[in-house]
T-cell receptor
């Protein structure tokens, strides 16, 4: 489809393992965002890319979290040494860089750390 | 700091009733955007509306209407003649207008789970 695609839809991993979550934005969208949504909460901002560069990574909780967008399209969120507290739904969104635009969200990746 | 408060955690009404979802926000910015998103069980956030802080006009879109009152820092959402398909979690969100055109670092409320019973 033409929407934001996130893979995998579900990921179960053991505590201490490394995981990668992928986001395919809408074609032509230069802005890409990662959010984390814990159970019963609203999404919380993690990082924002404009093109290939991270314009704002102030929401990343610690240095175990890292995200890249090497070609300005697909983005990967990487979590090292996962902890049980990292369990959440990770949402990706994309938008154009025009003013008065909205962000379109993917369906998220549900990460469970056991 | 920016903050969005949705005091109603859950609301349950019978189909065809009108229902209002409350949203109160805090920001030091003089210019900002306000949003409402719908999150059905599939998990995807569906955009409903964006309102610029310069524009306090209320808006109506079909059965949906929004009341923006800057004086009380509120941006409430009303569904008229509710339907079962309206059942979802609804989020209010706030974003500063930034020099990075189009950038939307959204601050979300905790959401209101709306259940419409047949």
């Amino acid at each position: 489809g033409a929407g934001v695609s996130q893979t995998p839809s579900n990921k179960v991993t053991e505590k201490g393992k490394y995981v990668e979550l992928r986001c395919d934005p809408i074609s032509g969208h230069t802005a890409l965002y990662w959010y984390r949504q814990s159970l019963g909460q609203g999404p919380e901002f993690l990082i924002y890319f404009q093109g290939t560069g991270a314009a704002d990574d102030s929401g990343l909780p610690n240095d175990r979290f890292f995200a890249v967008r090497p070609e300005g399209s697909v983005s990967t969120l990487k979590i090292q040494r996962t902890e049980r507290g990292d369990s959440a739904v990770y949402l990706c969104a994309s938008s154009t860089d025009r003013a008065n635009t909205e962000a379109f969200f993917g369906q998220g990746t549900r990460l469970t750390v056991v | 700091a920016q903050k969005v408060t949705q005091a109603q955690t859950e609301i349950s009404v019978v189909e065809k009733e009108d229902v209002t979802l409350d949203c109160v926000y805090e920001t030091r910015d003089t210019t900002y955007y306000l949003f409402w998103y719908k999150q059905p069980p599939s998990g995807e956030l569906v955009f409903l509306i964006r309102r610029n802080s310069f524009d306090e006009q209320n808006e109506i879109s079909g059965r949906y209407s929004w009341n923006f009152q800057k004086s009380t820092s509120s941006f409430n959402f009303t569904i008229t003649a509710s339907q079962v398909v309206d059942s979802a979690v609804y989020f209010c969100a706030l974003s500063a207008l930034t020099l990075l055109q189009g950038a939307q670092k959204l601050v979300f409320g905790q959401g209101t789970r709306l259940t419409i019973n047949p």
